[in-house]
C-alpha cells in the first residue's frame, strides 16, 4: 500500500507517519527529513537547499523528484510506502504518478489532517526532538515525563528545527497554501482524497488514520 499524508507544516504529519510505519510496516519517506540529512552532510543537494528551507520557502521540483526517485527502489520500500511532506506541488504529484506507474505500483489513499492555522504557530513554535534518537516533544502538549530527558532512549540533547522560529513559519504556511494546497483537488478528481481533523487528540488522529486505511486496503 502507497499513501500520501497531506497537510500544513506543523499539522501532525510526521508524528503521525512514525505511527502507520510500525502499525502497517509501511516506509515513511519524508522529504524534509532527506533535506536536512543532505544539509548535514554537507551534499551539494543540502547546500542548495539550505537557504531555500530557512526561507520557509519550496526547493525545486527537480531536486525533490530526483531524490524520491532514487529513494523508491530501495528494498526497505517494497512494502509500501508513507509520503510525508511530499507531493507540495502539482508537478510532484504528476511525477509521483509517473515514478510509481514505472514501478507499476499506485497510489492507494491521500489523507489530509486538516488543523486550524492559528493553532499551527503554536503547535511550531514549541516543538523538539531529540538529538540521538528523533522522538518528538513539545514544550506544551507533549513534554518528556523526566524534564531535559528523552523518554524513549535516554538521551539529554535536543534540537529544534531553524525553520520552527515563527516568521519562517509563516513562510511556511504561505507556500503551503498557494503552492501545495492545488494539490488537494488534483486527489479529489481521482476520487482519492479523504480528510482527518488533525485538531483531536493523537492517538485520536492515528486512529481516523487507520480506520481509513483499513477500507483502502479491502478495497
Ligand atoms: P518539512 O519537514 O516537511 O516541513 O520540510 C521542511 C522544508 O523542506 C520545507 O519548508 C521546504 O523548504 C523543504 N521541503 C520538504 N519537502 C519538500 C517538497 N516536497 N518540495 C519542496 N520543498 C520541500
Redesign the pocket.
Known sequence: MNMVLLGP?GGG??TQAKRIEERYGLKQL????M??AAVAAGTETGRK?KA??D???????D??IAMIGERLGAADCKAGVIF??????VA?AEALDRLLAERKLSLDSVIELKVDEEALVRRIAGRFSCKRCGAGYHDEFQRPKAAGVCDACGSTEFLR?D?DKPETVRA?LE?YRRQTAPILPYYQGKGLLTQVDGMAPIDDVTRAIATLLDKALRR
Open positions: 507544516p504529519k510526521g519524508s522529504t524534509g527529513d533535506l536536512r537547499a531555500v528551507m526561507a520557509g520557502k519550496l526547493v525545486s521540483d531536486i525533490i510525508d511532506g511530499f507531493p507540495r506541488t510532484q528545527r525553520d511556511r507556500a
